[in-house]
């Protein structure tokens, strides 16, 4: 089936530490996006990248880092530098070219730091 | 600057009945326009959208309207059941910036029975 999916569902840091999201899609999508939820807000762009070896800062890059060596994978990193961590992360996919912006969504990854 | 808002937290309404989610933006240049719904602990899934060259679309129990000279879009649920309690996030796009989303802050719906 195709789909996107990240992994893990539920992730646990500890401060100072440095965690990685993972986003695989088999969509054939070349847009990839990681938002961040938090509660009473909308869905925050974190960084996106419309084609491999390729991205963009979103609204909300500080403390965050990301690589897209495959289309398939859009790695998210959580440095020690984001000073406040603890969110709901979802990972995005979509097809411009096709001249649709739906956007497809993983099921989330819920970090919190301990 | 929030591009794309969503006054209402949060909104009631007794199954059966007809749910109203509406959506207000700011940038003229947005021309297409998407309804979201989302679960706890769950990733958003597509529900509904509009481009600017209609004012009314209509899938099943769903319909979105748009009002482009008020900068105004609405979601209406009819007839309201159980399992649409949820949130409703509402996103714009526009062609230059390479249709990427701009979010509302979301609605959560609340179906009473």
């Known amino acids: 089936d195709g789909g996107i999916t990240q992994s893990p569902k539920y992730l646990f840091r500890k401060e100072g530490q440095n965690v990685t999201l993972s986003c695989e899609q088999n969509l054939n999508h070349d847009a990839m996006y990681w938002y961040r939820q938090d509660p009473g807000q909308g869905l925050r762009l974190i960084y996106y990248?419309?084609?491999?070896?390729?991205?963009q800062k979103g609204d909300i890059a500080e403390g965050y880092s990301v690589s897209r060596e495959k289309k398939e994978s859009f790695p998210l990193t959580v440095t020690s530098a984001q000073k406040n961590p603890t969110a709901f992360y979802l990972c995005?996919?979509?097809?411009?070219?096709?001249?649709?912006?739906?956007?497809?969504f993983g099921q989330g990854t819920r970090l919190t730091v301990v | 600057d929030q591009q794309v808002k969503q006054n209402s937290p949060s909104l009631s309404v007794q199954e059966g009945r007809i749910s109203i989610l509406n959506c207000d933006y700011t940038n003229s240049m947005f021309d297409y326009f998407l309804w979201y719904k989302k679960y706890p602990a769950e990733g958003p899934t597509f529900l509904i959208s509009i481009s600017s060259i209609k004012d009314k679309n209509e899938d099943g129990r769903f319909t979105v309207f748009l009002n482009k000279s008020a900068k105004h879009l609405s979601l209406h649920i009819v007839p309201s059941q159980p399992g649409d309690s949820a949130v409703y996030f509402c996103a714009a796009s526009f062609m230059d910036s390479n249709y990427q989303l701009i979010w509302g802050a979301g609605t959560k719906l609340i179906i009473k029975p």
């Open positions: 995005a996919s979509s097809h411009p070219e096709q001249g649709s912006t739906e956007a497809f």
């Open positions: 990248s419309q084609i491999v070896n390729d991205f």
